[in-house]
């Protein structure tokens, strides 16, 4: 398997608001050291991935916010890729009941019990916005702005060529860059729609499965 770089979502795919596994970390240095390179691409705010996962530093890029935003570890710097939210649409979000709400450089995201209210928000403004749905959460991004996006310009600017990239992920919003990628791979505990469309399905769930594909991919246990 020529797989020269690995691509993965972050919640549900290599942990979550529990932080990631000892064990997947030490799988994922081992894959960065062989030479490869490593990206994460998730629907995640800069700040709170920092505050639950300690080893950016392994990754080469990192696409946030679904798309919209990269982060670069080795200089702790960020860049936008897409537009910010307007102050106008997310005053009009609160006052219409909006809650939960997180904005970030380029996205606003909340629960999924507000997706009536955001698409008429949007309507109504006339903006050009989509709603993007993963598990119980809703983003909303500038159109055309999604995983897959954000990823063409990480791999870009890596020289990196879509056909040696491994895409890992589990949800509704990973399936465009999986699709992108040469090597497609689901967790075990991935959505029904996201095992149909992978290269591989993996055993283990989460943290392991990811533990179980590198290991595939240098040839050695996990452990």
């Given at each position: 398997?020529?797989?020269?770089?690995?691509?993965?979502?972050?919640?549900?795919t290599l942990g979550g608001d529990d932080g990631v596994a000892?064990?997947?970390v030490a799988a994922l240095a081992r894959f960065k050291h062989s030479g490869r390179k490593l990206l994460m691409v998730s629907g995640r705010h800069l700040p709170d991935l920092k505050a639950i996962f300690n080893a950016l530093h392994l990754f080469d890029l990192v696409v946030l916010e679904n798309g919209g935003l990269l982060y670069y570890p080795a200089t702790d710097t960020t860049r936008t890729v897409a537009p910010g939210p307007s102050a106008e649409f997310v005053a009009l979000l609160r006052e219409r009941g909006v809650d939960e709400l997180q904005v970030g450089q380029t996205i606003v995201a909340t629960h999924t019990g507000h997706h009536e209210t955001i698409r008429d928000t949007i309507e109504d403004m006339g903006l050009d916005l989509q709603i993007i749905l993963n598990t119980d959460a809703l983003m909303?991004?500038?159109t055309g702005v999604d995983k897959a996006s954000g990823l063409m310009v990480a791999l870009a600017e890596l020289s990196l060529p879509a056909e040696g990239v491994a895409a890992i992920g589990d949800a509704e919003n990973d399936i465009v860059f999986l699709k992108m990628c040469?090597?497609?791979?689901?967790?075990?505990?991935?959505?029904?729609?996201?095992?149909?469309?992978?290269?591989?399905?993996?055993q283990g769930k989460r943290g392991a499965g990811v533990e179980e594909f590198i290991a595939s991919v240098l040839g050695g246990a996990t452990a």
């Open positions: 398997m020529d797989v020269r770089a690995i691509a993965t979502d972050f919640d549900g000892d064990s997947t909303v991004l500038p040469g090597t497609s791979v689901a967790v075990a505990n991935a959505l029904p729609e996201v095992k149909a469309i992978a290269t591989i399905v993996t």
